[in-house]
């Protein structure tokens, strides 16, 4: 059963390119679109903001679907819009072909996730979403930065509409080699699993959520025009650039996957602390090479690991509800990404470039501050569960 979720895999780093992609391409889209940096950077928002709003109900809704069908379908509806968005002749069409995928994307990864564990078992359930999973790594050391390097060398349409045909092979692809399975709902009730929502350390891990996600994209959407206008990197170099950026992630995603099991909020704390101080002086270092490779070294390196970290650490927060936990992590990231694309945003108009920094910083300093506190309030509730576990 490896194949299919190698298969899935691959589909996922189609499905994630096709979200941040466009943030390596925004200065030349704002250009071309005849529209500011910042409006460019409200399709960030657009796509985020869908995939919050929508994504829990239309995962319940179409879980009974038969997988096989569903994800030829997601892959075959991401070809068509990355085409529209190749073609757009304005901003309109362009918030189009955003939002259309936006709507399939939380169902692929909820659903990737459960195909992925039924096809393997539950004893195994780890390492096969961890599979699925790498799709998220790949498209960010890979396919994101090879896009911007396509955008440099042809322009941004065309890395659409390279995205475009990548999505249709893949499609074809599931097609012909993925299965036919029927996957059924859990069996918990939607209703029951909102319940979870009544446990204040679920609404505290989803602040969290909020406030680290609206803090890592309030600069991680604008950084390819921090690196042309700032650092004056050609558009091959901010390419080559954010691929490194996306590659030290790797070491991320190991550190956050070994820290995560010894201590969810403790983990959380470490890494936005280190994204923070990096944030702080990333622009001061513009117009140094070495120190700002080593700034966005530790930036990346931070950012990767908080993907898993705060993944993982919602889902330990609801265990009895773990596949709607997901749902609400989908959507918590995509609103604090939309968040974080208007902040950034509002900071480029009214302040200026270089502050961007500094403000990404201060709201990743209150997560720090958020999960301390978190620390110290849970950290009695579980030495009291320890002690009567001992008597």
């Given amino acids: ?42 399709l960030v928002t657009l796509f985020a903001l869908t995939v919050a709003a929508t994504g829990p109900f239309l995962t319940a809704l179409m879980a009974n679907l038969e997988r096989k069908r569903l994800f030829v379908g997601v892959l075959a509806l991401f070809g068509l819009s990355n085409a529209l968005a ?9 918030a ?24 393997v078992g539950p004893a195994r359930a780890g390492r096969a979403i961890s599979l699925v ?28 509409g390279a995205l475009s045909a990548v999505a249709f092979a893949k499609a074809l692809l599931l097609l012909a080699a993925f299965p036919s399975t029927r996957v059924h709902a859990e069996g918990v009730r939607f209703s029951r699993q909102l319940r979870i929502l009544r446990k204040p350390v679920v609404l505290g891990n989803v602040a969290l959520y909020l406030l680290v996600f609206t803090g890592m994209f309030t600069a991680y959407t604008y950084l390819a025009d921090m690196l042309e206008r700032l650092a004056g990197f050609d558009g091959r170099t901010v390419g080559w650039t954010m691929m490194a950026f996306g590659a030290v992630g790797l070491a991320g995603n ?56 705060c993944h993982v650490r919602l889902m330990k927060a609801a265990p009895e509800a773990p596949a709607f936990a997901a749902s609400l992590n989908i959507s918590g990231a995509n609103i604090g990404i ?45 030495a009291k569960t320890a002690c009567a576990d001992t008597a």
């Fill in 1 to 42: 059963m490896l194949l299919p979720i190698l298969l899935l895999s691959a589909a996922g780093f189609t499905v994630l390119t096709t979200e941040f992609l466009i943030v390596g391409l925004l200065p030349g889209l704002a250009r071309d679109l005849h529209v500011s940096i910042a409006q460019a950077g409200l």
């Fill in 86 to 94: 190749a073609a757009a002749p304005d901003i309109w069409i362009m």
């Fill in 96 to 119: 189009l072909a955003r939002f259309l995928p936006a709507l399939a994307l939380p169902v692929f990864w909820s659903l990737a996730s459960a195909t992925a564990v039924e096809l």
């Fill in 133 to 160: 999973a790498f799709g998220i790594v790949a498209a960010t050391v890979f396919g994101i930065p090879i896009g911007v390097l396509i955008s440099d060398a042809y322009g941004w349409r065309a890395a659409f």
């Fill in 254 to 309: 190991t550190l956050g996957g070994r820290l995560v099991d010894r201590s969810p909020l403790g983990a959380t704390a470490l890494f936005a602390a280190v994204m923070a101080a990096s944030l702080t002086t990333l622009g001061a270092v513009m117009g140094s090479h070495g120190l700002l490779a080593a700034v966005l070294g530790a930036w990346g390196i931070a950012q990767a690991a908080l993907f898993i970290v």
């Fill in 338 to 382: 939309g968040l974080g694309a208007v902040a950034g945003g509002a900071v480029i108009e009214r302040v200026g470039l270089d502050a961007l920094g500094w403000a990404a910083a201060a709201i990743v300093g209150a997560a720090v501050v958020l999960s301390l506190f978190m620390m110290s309030v849970t950290r009695p509730a579980r």
